[in-house]
């Protein structure tokens, strides 16, 4: 098992096998995408209070887990860096920030289109909105600290570092921001918490949940795909393998 | 143990010397609470509900200010260096830091606060939750920041990052604290923010540190 | 099929902007993210093969 990890976390052996996943892996995620999405916006029933704006759940809600459990796969990223020293973990970090902070600035603003039909205005201050800003804004923290020390040597591991700490900030961040907002709620009913959602509904939503994990980590593997090609371009392997291109 | 003393007495010394880095941040904080009512009216009824919120902001923003400081000066004459190449802990030696850096700057703000309230017409209550909240607070920002401040202490210009990296952390004690000073000006009980404040302290005590001495590590192991 | 016509499926009951206009953004958000990794490899390849001729032409 450690074998394996260790083997995985060379970049040549990574790169090898990951250039004969990423076609199938994207060409599955984007089929899913489409498939999921016509079954959202044909088939499913428009919802008996929201009517059809109930189709921007299925982009909006995977957007939203994907912003979340992103930040965790860069953190667990980060320890195994800090942890191990495996170079292909920080390649991993400093890959993985520019995407999530694109699917969490998704989740921000599918929110924002969904709530204008909903709530009636395009920004409310509701829990779920308010803790995926403070997400944005941690994504953005890393971004930034990746930026600001770009070609110092310990970037790799302060980036590393930031991730852990806001890791660890996440659950609190959220759990206060939940109950700040049942503090100051307004009157208005919840997006997402209905009492029992039917199969037809559920069901595509699982497909796009599905579909959006595939992309992003078929996007991953190339965003780490390119960056190993930059930090192992002296390497004879890098060579050969561009000698064919 | 002594170590801690030894540094917390050096930048004691060394900022009463100079005083004009410690006493930027307050004044900077009694022109931005005076701002406000220039801003939005002086209506005390006003003024008085969204006190809590501009006070804590204020707050923040001033620690914030003054946090780029706090391992800078270290990093720059090599002593940073030399504390992490010692056998003395690189743990005790952050402690030391947010110590000072909380006597220097969380400290002359909560004797600030009832200036604070007075400004903005906080009625007593207020006034002494608000006090109590940024005297439980303030040791958990300096020690938040302090990770911010070892993250980007090799950075020419930190002091904006700083702000950047350390903002959404702060968000829990925000909320936690403002709804204190609410509660209290409501005349309900506090005693339930106040351990969940303390809870958080000690928490960030613990850990808060283990981060700061690993970005320190970095930021001297070039 | 829940929609009678292609106009009653643009149209959405009145929501039809919102619906299109978060899944518009949706597709090129996605889009973008596929995007941009694919341009940023044909840059590196480029740039290093042009690297690897200039090496060979100072060698001969």
Redesign the interface.
Known sequence: MLNWFHRLGSPKTFFEISGRWQVPL?SLAVLM?AGG?AWA??????DYQQ???V??MY??VP?AILAQSGYVMMAGAAAVF?IWRIKLADVAVKCVAP?GA??T??AL??GA??G??TWGTWWVWDARLTSTL?LF??Y??VI??RS??DR???VG??CA??A???V??LP??K???D??YS?HQPASFSLTEKPSMPIEMWLPLLVMVIAYYL?FFS?WM??I??EI??RE?NTDW??QW?AV? | MNLFIASVRRDLLVHFRHPSEVLNPLVFFVVVISLFPLGIGPEPGQLKAIAPGIVWVAALLATLMSMDSMFRSDFEDGSLEQIVLSEQSTFIFVLAKVVSHWLLSGLPLVLLMPLAALLLFLDEAGVWALTLSLLLVSPTLSLLGGIGAALTVGLPRGGLLVTILVMPLYVPVLVLATAMVQAAEAGSDTIGYVYWLLAILFGSMCLAPIATAAAINVATDQ | MKFESLTAFFYMDGHGIYIWAAYGLTLVILAANVWFPLIARRNIIRAEKSAVLKAMNRKL
């Open positions: 994207l995408l999405a916006l044909l088939f499913v029933p428009p009517g059809n704006s189709r921007i982009i909006h957007a800090l995407l694109s699917i600035f998704l603003v599918t289109i969904w204008k039909p403070v804004f941690l953005i923290g930034a600290l600001a020390m110092q040597a310990g591991r302060a570092i930031l852990l700490v806001g660890v900030n609190v961040i759990y206060s921001v109950w700040w503090l992309f996007v190339m965003r795909r390119n090609l930059v371009k890098v060579k561009l291109r």
